[in-house]
């Protein structure tokens, strides 16, 4: 393991001295070739980063929880009701919290009310707004710090969007990374 630690750190060091020394030559490229040692270095790291275990699991993947919903809100512009739900169930009242700033209502999934004559989807009982459900199914760990998170959106009977985020732990914040459309109703 020492070996290849030495031979991994020689060759991103190699690289380096490429990118810079090609700056002269290639002005325009240099910013290029440092995206791409900058990516080939990140994913050594991420390699050598063992997937976390217990407690410290529990509080990453909450993390990892409001980093996709987040994505979600945002790129949705979403004003309207959210409702919340993580492996079918409803996330705690501490998690929710984390929402107050957002601009949407968040509330719980239990909190939404169907309509099963109008199928309208999720409605907030309280105001009578339509809302949509965000829902995460799934967290895969590929490295300590790369997941696949399987999540979507449900807006109604015929209304929503699912599938693979890719997040990646940078500077101790988990950040989606790209996402992989996999179904939509």
Not at 104 to 127: E, N, W
Not at 159 to 178: I, N, T
Request: aromatic share 10%; proline share 4%; with cysteine.
């Amino acid at each position: 393991m020492k070996r290849f630690l030495i031979a991994a750190t020689c060759s991103v060091c190699g690289l380096i001295l490429l990118g810079v020394g090609s700056a002269n030559v290639f002005p325009d490229q240099t910013w290029k070739v440092l995206a791409s040692i900058e990516n080939i270095s990140s994913n050594l790291a991420s390699t050598l980063k063992a997937v976390p275990t217990g407690t410290q699991r529990e509080m990453e993947e909450k993390e990892i929880y409001e980093a996709v919903f987040r994505d979600l809100i945002d790129s949705n512009h979403l004003k309207l009701p959210v409702f919340l739900s993580i492996d079918s169930r409803d996330p705690t009242d501490e998690f929710i919290a984390r929402f107050a700033t957002s601009g949407a209502p968040v509330k719980k999934m239990s909190a939404a009310y169907f309509d099963s004559r109008t199928l309208s989807g999720p409605i907030d009982p309280t105001t009578g707004q339509r809302g949509i459900i965000l829902s995460i199914r799934s967290i895969k760990w590929l490295f300590g710090d790369r997941v696949d998170v399987s999540a979507g959106y449900n807006c109604g009977s015929l209304c929503g969007e699912g599938g693979d985020f890719q997040l990646a732990k940078r500077r101790g914040r988990w950040m989606v990374k790209s996402y992989t459309h996999r179904w939509s109703a």
